[in-house]
């Protein structure tokens, strides 16, 4: 029952079957390259939006429940690294990108709390979400999905930690900690009003992320079908040891979200990449954009933004290394 819902439901294959029967209907040659980039490219886009649409819905309709008012009251009823855990996960339930999580992380701030809470939830909300965790469980399986995720937390949980155990707050920019605030009760939302905002925010977020899936996909389909196995398996395969370090260092300077970056990483493991790095990759593509350090660098001083990016640096790659490692026993 559970391969039939990982291969059929969040994988779709008979999606992929469909899509290579109609193509070959058109005169395509599914064992050549143009047709297998094809079949790849109108497959993942297709079955990503879907995907996309019911899981950003589904966490819309979750985080209509958590307006940056409550969100505030529920992280300040907790202290030391219960705090962290809490802004960790629920990290999980808000913006699908680094550049969505920064206001919000400068709202938390600048509302008087801890400073390492509010670094948990900034690491945690474009690394983890519950939308990646269903679209690592329709590719690589549950037990890689849920390790993700764990590990995930972790990194968002000892980097708060860290950051708080050393007094950065000093680093914060002045304009942050001095900023009134008013603390406004939210209205009790309906059933029809937290419909609306979902269905409001599956428009809103479609129409920003839809680009980066479409070049996700793309390159994901160049590198399935156009790039020679053995390139990707002497840069990014066991033969390169620093496989890891490099996935992440080439993923920091971008900017995508998860649903952009599973395409890429799907189609370099299917070429030899080792399962921990092509995650590498992942994480560092959502957590550490160039925009979104861009972003932060006007809420922090270049000491803490260093020390922000040196644990996530650090945090990626052992993950990526713990991954390779155990992959054999979590594929």
């Known amino acids: 029952m559970w391969s039939f819902i990982q291969d059929q439901i969040l994988g779709m294959k008979w999606l992929n079957e469909l899509i290579g029967e109609v193509l070959t209907n058109f005169g395509f040659d599914m ?16 079955k990503i939006t879907i995907l996309l649409c ?25 202290n030391g690294l219960g705090a962290n855990i809490m802004a960790a996960l629920l990290g999980t339930v808000t913006p699908f990108c680094s550049c969505s999580s920064i206001p919000l992380f400068i709202g938390f701030t600048s509302a008087g709390l801890p400073l390492g809470v509010t670094f948990s939830f900034l690491i945690s ?7 990646s965790l269903v679209l690592l469980m329709s590719i690589f399986g549950a037990k890689v999905a ?22 950065m707050e000093r680093y914060v920019e002045d304009f942050i900690k001095n900023a009134s605030q008013v603390d406004i009760s939210s209205p009790s939302l309906t059933l029809k009003d937290r419909v609306d905002f979902s269905k409001t925010q599956v428009g809103d977020t479609f129409k920003k992320v839809f680009p980066y899936i479409l070049v996700g996909v793309g ?33 920091a300077p971008m900017y995508a979200d998860i649903f952009g970056a599973i395409p890429i990483a799907e189609a370099l493991l299917s070429k030899g990449a080792q399962l921990g790095t092509v995650l590498a990759f ?11 350090l861009i972003m932060l660098k006007k809420a922090v001083k270049p000491k803490l933004l260093f020390l922000f990016v040196g644990i996530c640096t650090f945090g990626i790659i052992v993950v ?10 979590l594929i």
Do not use: C
């Open 219 to 251: 390159i994901g389909a160049l590198i399935h079908n156009w790039i020679p196995k053995t390139w990707v398996e002497n840069i990014l395969g066991s033969k390169n040891p620093l496989g890891v370090v490099l996935a992440t260092v080439i993923g």
């Open 125 to 131: 909300s474009p690394m983890v979400d519950l939308g």
């Open 320 to 329: 990526g290394y713990l991954f390779n490692i155990f992959s054999a026993i």
């Open 54 to 78: 019911v899981l950003i819905f589904i966490i819309s309709y979750i985080q209509s429940y958590f307006s940056p008012e409550r969100s505030k009251k529920i992280l300040g009823r907790f």
């Open 146 to 167: 849920l390790a993700y995720v764990v590990l995930g937390l972790i990194i968002a949980v000892v980097g708060g930690s860290l950051i708080e155990k050393m007094h």
């Open 282 to 292: 992942m994480m560092a593509v959502t957590t550490l954009s160039l925009p979104s």
């Open 31 to 46: 064992t050549s390259k143009l047709g297998g980039s094809l079949q790849f490219f109108i497959y993942d886009v297709i």
